[in-house]
């Protein structure tokens, strides 16, 4: 909407920390610069510093209302343009949200979200993506999901939603570039293998096999040519003295697949199960075709860091409590580090331990669609397209 009117809009991941005083700065700019602003798990905030967010977008509202130019907002003389606005999301019934307070409730229309048309998003996608047979195509997107989510066992890591959707969507725009002349449907059938074969368990594999043979009839998929990429691995594998077998390589050329189709991903494994040394003998494979000029790959920088082994507030920053200054956490130093790179290497930042609801919640707007960072502070920083966010949990 925002883009349909020329508006700028500004989307702020809002977490419990927030408090009134960073409310009012966010309000303050808004209302002088006419932005939107969309505050995403708005019922995160605190219920007293929510009650106190209301009064302030009251005052706003009523200012637009008086049509008035300059308003006094907290003590402070603001220009005022009328076009500014908010929008909140939330998800109502959610562990460690607060209900909205009733003067907060009247300043906004509800609006009710429905389960979106997955067929009729893909049709558009692949259209946009310069697929000719597109709604052939979507339907078996769809079908194939809703067969999955019926007939393949109950997986906490198994998500048939519009997110899965998107990423086979993605994967079949990649290809579609790399072979323009390729059957459509070996296309879609391959986007949606090497989006969904690397989560499955294996007594699923065989499951989902058969609905992709049932879906897509008769269209075998040709091998993919990573001649130069298994060369490289082996070579590495060598370097780190660690055996080159069947499982360990397949897994390796998974998560290199899944790496280009997401920029946030997880590696699920028991402990000493080859995680991390996958991930080192994928970079260290990428630095030998980066240095001979091969598959136009780049070398990777990693920065790992154990999330539970530290505070939220060592790990995100936080305000002094006295005189209100803000530094920085581990995370947004490295991410922006990252982030601001000039070189052209791929940049990891990986979360090796366990992944709970407690810190993952504050990095929902850098593993959607919107790939920032939201902070405390109000800073918002930008995800770069080298950059990859790895989770490695049990």
């Known amino acids: 909407l925002a883009k349909a009117v020329a508006k700028q809009c500004v989307v702020f991941n809002c977490s419990d920390g927030l408090d009134y005083k960073a409310m009012g700065k966010f309000f303050k700019g808004l209302a002088q610069a006419g932005a939107w602003a969309c505050f995403d798990e708005f019922n995160r905030i605190e219920l007293e510093v929510l009650s106190v967010v209301a009064q302030q977008i009251q005052c706003i509202q009523l200012a637009i209302a008086g049509k008035l130019k300059v308003f006094v907002f907290e003590g402070t ?8 606005t908010m929008f909140i999301t939330m998800n109502p019934g959610y562990a460690g949200r607060s209900e909205l307070p009733d003067n907060l409730k009247v300043l906004f ?81 391959r986007a949606i293998r090497d989006v969904n074969l690397p989560k499955f368990l294996a007594q699923d594999l065989p499951l989902f096999q058969g609905i992709i043979s049932d879906l897509f009839p008769g269209v075998e998929l040709p091998a993919p040519d990573y001649e130069v990429l298994n060369k490289a691995l082996f070579t590495v594998m060598e370097r780190m003295n660690l055996q080159n077998t069947p499982f360990f390589h397949s897994k390796i050329i998974q998560i290199y697949e899944m790496m280009l189709v997401r920029h946030g991903f997880m590696v699920v494994g028991a402990t000493l199960g080859g995680k991390t040394s996958a991930l080192l003998v994928l970079a260290g494979a990428l630095a030998e075709l980066h240095k001979d000029k091969l598959m136009e790959e780049n070398k990777v920088g990693i920065h790992i860091i154990n999330p539970k082994s530290i505070s939220m507030f060592q790990l995100y920053g936080n305000f002094d409590p006295v005189s209100h200054e803000w530094a920085d956490g581990v995370l947004p130093i490295l991410y922006r580090e990252q982030a601001s790179s000039t070189l052209e290497d791929r940049q990891w930042l990986i979360f090796d331990g366990p992944v709970d609801a407690v810190w993952i919640e504050n990095m929902n707007t850098v593993l959607d669609d919107n790939k920032k960072l939201c902070l405390m502070s109000g800073e918002i920083i930008q995800m770069s397209n080298k950059q990859s966010m790895i989770f490695e949990t049990e």
């Open 77 to 84: 003389n603001l220009t005022l343009d009328s076009t500014c």
């Open 109 to 189: 229309r509800t609006v009710a979200m429905m389960v979106p048309d997955y067929g009729l998003i893909g049709e558009i996608v692949l259209y946009s993506v310069g697929f000719v047979q597109a709604r052939a195509l979507s339907t078996k997107i769809v079908a194939t999901y809703k067969l999955c989510s019926e007939q393949l066992s109950s997986q906490k890591h198994y998500d048939y939603g519009m997110r899965a959707v998107k990423s086979v969507l993605t994967a079949a725009g990649n290809l579609k570039l790399q072979y323009p002349e390729e059957d459509e449907s070996i296309l879609l059938l």
